[in-house]
Structures are given as C-alpha cells and as structure tokens.
C-alpha cells in the first residue's frame, strides 16, 4: 500500500489543483500562505491565479465557461491598473431633462437613470469594458403618478418608486406611502412582487408636534432612501423607542442605522426573517457599535450613509467576466463634529461591509465599545469644509479633491498591495498616496479616539472640466458637468462624462 496522505501538500498536484478548482477565492489565497508547494500549483495554474487575482481585488467570477482563463485574468489585472493609475477612456454622454436634485440621479450595473420633474424617468445602459462605445439609447417612459425618489436594480430588471403624497400638511403630520415596485425595462408591474403597489401609513413623530421627519428625510440626496421604509415599525427594533438617524442595507436580510446618544453615535445592526408561513417578519437586534466619543462640551452626530447597492453577483448577464462581492463594499458614514467654540469639523468613517456582516451573521451582542471594534477595522479622516465624498462601490469611494478640477479616489480593500506612491511627476496624475492611520484633526475625541489604522490608496488625477456630482461603479465613474454660468444652450439636456477603465 501506498503512503497515506497527511496533508493537503502531501498529495499529488494534479489532485490539488483539482480540488482548489472547486473552492473559493479566499481559500485559494490562504492555502498560497500554507508552504511553497501550494503556492507554487496555485502561481503554473491560470485558473488558479485568477481566482487568487479575484480575491485579493474583493470580486466574483461571473463569466460563462466559454471565456478563457487567460483572458480573463488578463482583462482583470488590466482593469486593477487601469484604476490604480486612473487611466480612463472618456466619453461624452448627453442626459435628457434639466438639472435636477441628486436623490432623482440613479446609476447602478452600468444603467443611468434620472427622474423628470417627478413625472418622466428615463434610462440608459452605459458602455462596458468590453465595449468602446454604447449602441444604446435613452428609453424614457410617463409615469402615471408623481415620484419623489427611486431605486433600482438592473441584475433583477427591477426599478421601485416611491409616490409622493401631494396632500396638504394635516394637523396630525400622518403621511401616505405607497411604493410602486415595475420592471426597469417596459413599467409593468414586477413578476416577482406579491403586490404592484405597497401602500402604508407613516404615524406622526411623537416629539415634532404631530409632523413626520422621516418623510422629510426622504428628501436627502441619499442612494438608498427606501431602506428606512423597510423599517418604519422602528420602536419594535429593539425594547423602547429607538431614534434613528440614517439606515443603509448591508445584505438583503440585515440593515446599519445610526442612532443618537448621550455624548457620541452609534451603529446598530438588525436582521429580519419572513416567514412565508405566517407572513411575518421576525427582527434581531445584533449589536450597538459606539463610535468614538468626542471631548467634553462637543456635539458628534451622524449626517448620513452611503452603502453601495447590494446586488446578487449570479443575476450579472454573462458578459461580464466578474463582480464586486457584496462583502467588499465600502460604508461611508458621514459626521460632523461641533466643539463648544461652534467650531465644526465635517469627518468621514469608512467601514468595511465584511465586518458588519460579521456581526450580523453571529448571535447578537451587547454594546460594543469603539476601542473593540473601530480602531482596527475602519478608516476615519477629516474632509475641510467644501469637499465632498459623492459616492462609493466595492472597496472605492469617489471624493471632490481640494485640488482645483481634479477627483479623489480612495480605495480601501486591505488586501490590496502596496505599491510606489506616485509624485506630481506622473503623467496626468496629480498624486497617490498611501496611508495606514487615521488623518482625522487631533484632539476632537478622548483619548486614542480618532486612531485608526484601515489602510486605504488615495490617487488623484486632473480633469479637464468642473463637476457638481460623481457616481461610480467597478466599471466607470459618470461625471455631472457643471452648469456655466452663462449658457446659450437651450436643448433641455445636461452634459455629463464617462470615465471608462
């Protein structure tokens, strides 16, 4: 008989590799860390290192089984480049309908789409990496009710609206909700929804003297603003009334809200279970994260949450070769910090969605202190006043820079590697940098507060026009030009581009 195999490493490598075909990204770059044999079947195997190469840039293998391994990894690591260095293909794009406020903008898997005077939407597939051009057209339809927000998700042809209830102000503030869920391509009603329309009534707030807030909230530049109408019941959260401020969907079964305290924030993470049985929904309060507490006399609060779209990587068409995993998202949670002098100090905490994920797949805990949580895993820095993070997916955030006409894009996937940091010098590139500590102002929170060591990449690149709005995907970055001041063009469009890599 023949010597029993102890180890992994003790087998032959053709059955390795056999066995690493079936396993996952994250696996395949552990078992490169076991020995050297390992890495090295993992480093002759093509389709090995593309799912290494997958892992260590937070996506998914979505390409059918007729793409080569080595074209796809090619396209890959020529992708991973292309953003590190901002090298883009830029194209004009011509958007129907006068500007309007950001919260009726929409771009996710590649589809722009815009709100017209609450009454018109109008959507277009933008080009790919595969593709120079878009062969495609804005399709635009009439809605048959006034809209005040949407959201999409192109991988499920699916679009939400939320009508806007156009009564008169009551005296006792209830408000109407009616959600109108459709296929993003044709406007009828979607073959998956139980119901075309979900209607609802929002309860006055207790403390606003009969007048709701949370519809007023609705109206925030926000991308997500239908997660917190999955969570109007909010006093049955957890025992008590819970005050919340901001809600984003980390999973499609488990939501982030910021909640107010006596001296700092904190997020709390909540799961619900349907149950198709009983048509109820079960809800578990999983943790309180607090956030860092300012000094003595400040105000710290939360302002808003950014959470890129949640979409499952299997509804992908199959020419997309991969996707970003849902884990890899970035949250951005934006806070202003006021000191006792009326000094105020505008701050970005980035969180990676992996490590909400963690607490919300686990058994529920109690209130989590900062030092426990933060510090190692999120990245907090000050943003001066006039500067702004429009947007972010997977592991990237798009951010206004304090250089005159340039962006900011700061990448935080800690896996990925550190490289030379370019100067002015670069051609087309104003700067990258890369940072492992926290570049909050000191001396706004107690003690080692404002510690934190995420890593992230920060490159910046000159354009060649003024934007008022960002949006971003893995694929490309669509830019919103600014209006002149002085324009003879009466075409009823505005101008935006495509920054393709």
Not at 145 to 152: N, Q, Y
Not at 319 to 348: F, M, Q
Not at 422 to 445: I, K, M, N
Request: charged fraction near 25%; aromatic fraction near 10%.
């Amino acid at each position: 008989m023949g010597r029993k195999a102890k180890s992994l490493d003790d087998l032959p490598n053709e059955l390795i590799h056999r066995i690493l075909q079936y396993s996952d990204s994250g696996s395949v770059i552990a078992c490169t860390l076991v020995c050297r044999s390992l890495h090295d079947v993992i480093r002759q195997s093509t389709e090995l290192q593309y799912l290494f190469e997958l892992g260590m840039d937070g996506m998914v293998n979505c390409a059918g089984p007729t793409i080569p391994y080595q074209d796809r990894l090619k396209e890959l690591i020529g992708h991973r480049k292309a953003w590190a260095n901002l090298r883009w293909r830029q194209s004009s794009l011509r958007i129907p309908g006068e500007i309007e406020e950001l919260n009726l903008y929409g771009f996710v898997a590649g589809v722009f789409a815009k709100l017209i005077h609450r009454q018109t939407f109008v959507t277009r597939h933008l080009s790919t990496i595969n593709a120079h051009e878009s062969n495609d057209r804005w399709i635009d339809r009439e809605l048959s009710f006034p809209a005040k927000e949407f959201v999409m998700d192109p991988t499920q042809d699916l679009v939400i609206f939320l009508e806007e209830d156009t009564r008169p102000w009551s005296y006792n503030g209830q408000r109407s909700i009616c959600l109108h869920v459709q296929t993003l391509s044709t406007g009828d009603p979607h073959p998956l929804a139980r119901n075309a329309a979900l209607t609802f009534d929002i309860p006055p707030h207790p403390d606003e003297s009969g007048r709701n807030n949370i519809w007023q909230r609705l109206g925030r530049p926000r991308r997500h603003a239908f997660s917190v109408l999955e969570l109007e019941e909010r006093p049955r959260l957890i025992d008590g009334y819970i005050e919340f401020i901001e809600c984003s969907f980390i999973s499609p079964r488990a939501v982030v809200f910021a909640s107010a305290g006596e001296t700092s924030p904190s997020l709390n993470i909540c799961t619900f279970e349907y149950d198709q049985e009983t048509a109820e929904t079960t809800t578990t309060h999983k943790a309180n994260l607090r956030l860092p507490e300012p000094v003595s006399n400040s105000y710290f609060d939360v302002t808003a949450m950014q959470t890129p779209p949640i979409l499952d990587p299997a509804h992908f068409p199959p020419s997309k070769t991969a996707a970003t995993a849902p884990e890899s998202h970035i949250n951005v949670v934006s806070c202003r910090l006021t000191t006792d002098d009326g000094e105020e100090h505008e701050l970005y905490l980035f969180v990676p969605n992996s490590i909400l994920w963690d607490y919300a797949s686990n058994p529920p805990v109690e209130e989590v202190p900062w030092e426990d949580w933060g510090p190692e895993n999120t990245h907090l820095e000050g943003h001066p006043l006039g500067t702004y993070v429009f947007s972010s997916y997977g592991s990237r955030v798009v951010s206004s820079s304090l250089e005159p006409d340039s962006i900011d894009i700061i990448d935080l996937n800690p896996r990925r590697r550190e490289g030379p940091s370019l100067s002015t010098a670069e051609p087309g590139l104003a700067r990258r940098t890369y940072s492992t500590h926290s570049t909050a102002p000191p001396g706004l929170f107690q003690g080692d507060g404002a510690y934190t060591c995420l890593p992230i990449w920060r490159t910046t690149r000159q354009l060649n026009s003024s934007y008022s709005a960002f949006f971003i995907d893995d694929e490309r970055i669509v830019g919103l030009k600014e209006e002149p001041e002085e324009s003879f063009d009466d075409s009823d469009c505005e101008d935006a581009d495509i920054l393709a890599f």
